[in-house]
T-cell receptor, first 112, second 115 residues
């Protein structure tokens, strides 16, 4: 597609439930990133995928968070046993190289 | 520990005047800096960047200045237009350790340009 597509755009879930957030990067972009923006905060790095290399998971805040990228394209960010502090906008971006990110519009996650 | 700081949460300017958005950083390993613009309900879009080997980069109405000794950068928009109203994020990366892809963002400054 023309841009980075994320779904759903909004998600309300009950505390303790699992959620899956999806990202469709720009076709041909080898790098894919997940960031999140909590209320009143800057964007926080979560995870980075580059081609077939092992992902950089150093930004994942806890072991409840995981992500995968299938076939070098679509990525899914999974949050298990959601907590209220997980409420944030989750942004996916893709690029051909470092820095030249194109961000998606994000998924606004609200844990109630 | 916030490594990139945007101390002004908001800024309001008159159309046609200059907008100056400021950003300070604490990590001396940062060597590449970027500005992103974000409209409501959209993802951030890249605006302009600067390498630490430069002190100025200009692109049309947008100029970024870098003062390495002060660990400070600023974004100048001249002349400001109502369509520039958005949240502006400062971001930085470091090439050390091979993780130059990882950006550290500030909290953003909401710019409002009044007609």
């Amino acid at each position: 597609g023309a841009g980075v597509s994320q779904s759903p755009s909004n998600k309300v879930t009950e505390k303790g439930k699992d959620v899956e957030l999806r990202c469709d990067p720009i076709s041909g972009h080898t790098a894919l990133y997940w960031y999140r923006q909590s209320l009143g905060q800057g964007l926080e790095f979560l995870i980075y995928f580059q081609g077939n290399s092992a992902p950089d998971k150093s930004g994942l805040p806890s072991d409840r968070f995981s992500a995968e990228r299938t076939g070098g394209s679509v990525s899914t960010l999974t949050i298990q046993r959601t907590q209220q502090e997980d409420s944030a906008v989750y942004l996916c971006a893709s690029s051909l190289g470092p820095w030249g990110y194109t961000f998606g519009s994000g998924t606004r996650l609200t844990v109630v | 520990d916030q490594q990139v700081k945007q101390n002004s949460p908001s800024l309001s300017v008159q159309e046609g005047r200059i907008s100056i958005l400021n950003c300070d950083y604490t990590n001396s390993m940062f060597d590449y800096f970027l500005w992103y613009k974000k409209y409501p309900a959209e993802g951030p879009t890249f605006l302009i960047s600067i390498s630490s080997i430069k002190d100025k980069n200009e692109d049309g109405r947008f100029t970024v200045f870098l003062n390495k000794s002060a660990k400070h950068l600023s974004l100048h928009i001249v002349p400001s237009q109502p369509g520039d109203s958005a949240v502006y994020f400062c971001a930085a990366s470091s090439n050390s350790g091979g993780s130059n892809y990882k950006l550290t963002f500030g909290k953003g400054t909401l710019l409002t340009v009044n007609p």
